[in-house]
């Protein structure tokens, strides 16, 4: 990314690497061209599907209340499906991510190789700090049954309209937004930390 220098410093130059790095595989020679360009015309030129503009202008990029949960198991699906809840370790929720809003599942390639992507995602109606001994629904399969885990009440599963499909991404947890999710084609996108870098993203998805 060295040889990579524009006119002046400016939010593309850090956008092609943020975006490298959560997906390498569609960094080639476009962004010779991309990076050609100046800041102002690459922000402004990605034509977004009619309505999107709107409601990208509401977004709040420091709002990342939408949990996005893997799953050990088909049975831990099943349960969490049919019981209408989702459980995490404790620790691997931070204070700086309270208060989440949304839980979405994701369907890991290596767990779910036929069905991998994020089908599924809920309200959360309320939270709470359990121990795993108390969490009967799926049997436990490592840890302590005194560890503590957040347990998340779901309104209901809502099926996307899309499957949101894996795609060089694997994490335990991650956040997002509910715009990122409601438009996301591809895991990654989720992961798209202002307008600037979904704008410069979907440039890139044009070529």
């Known amino acids: 990314m060295d040889k990579m220098k524009f006119e002046t410093p400016d939010l593309t130059a850090e956008n092609v690497e943020k975006i490298a790095a959560l997906f ?19 922000f402004q030129r990605a034509t977004l599907p009619a309505g999107i503009e709107a409601r990208l202008a509401k977004v ?8 996005i949960g893997t799953l050990r198991s088909a049975a831990q699906l099943k349960a969490c499906i049919e019981g209408c809840f989702y459980y995490i370790p404790a620790r691997l929720i931070q204070e700086e991510n ?3 809003h949304y839980v979405a599942l994701f369907q890991t390639p290596r767990v779910f190789p036929k069905d991998a992507g994020i089908r599924y995602y809920g309200e ?11 969490i009967r629904e799926v049997p436990q399969t490592h840890g302590t049954p005194e560890d503590l885990y957040y347990r998340y009440q779901i309104r209901e599963w809502l099926p996307l309209k899309k499957p949101i499909l894996p795609k060089e991404s694997g994490f335990v947890r991650a956040f997002t937004n509910l715009f990122l999710l409601e438009n996301a084609q591809v895991v990654p996108e989720l992961l798209l930390r202002s307008e600037e870098e979904y704008r410069f993203y979907t440039e890139l998805k044009r070529r």
């Open 124 to 134: 959360v109606l309320r939270s709470a700090l359990v121990k795993r001994k108390n």
């Open 98 to 100: 309270l208060p989440i």
């Open 60 to 67: 709040d990029w420091n709002r990342r209340d939408v949990l």
């Open 24 to 42: 390498p595989s569609c960094v080639t020679e476009m962004l010779d061209e991309l990076i050609s360009d100046s800041p102002k015309s690459a």
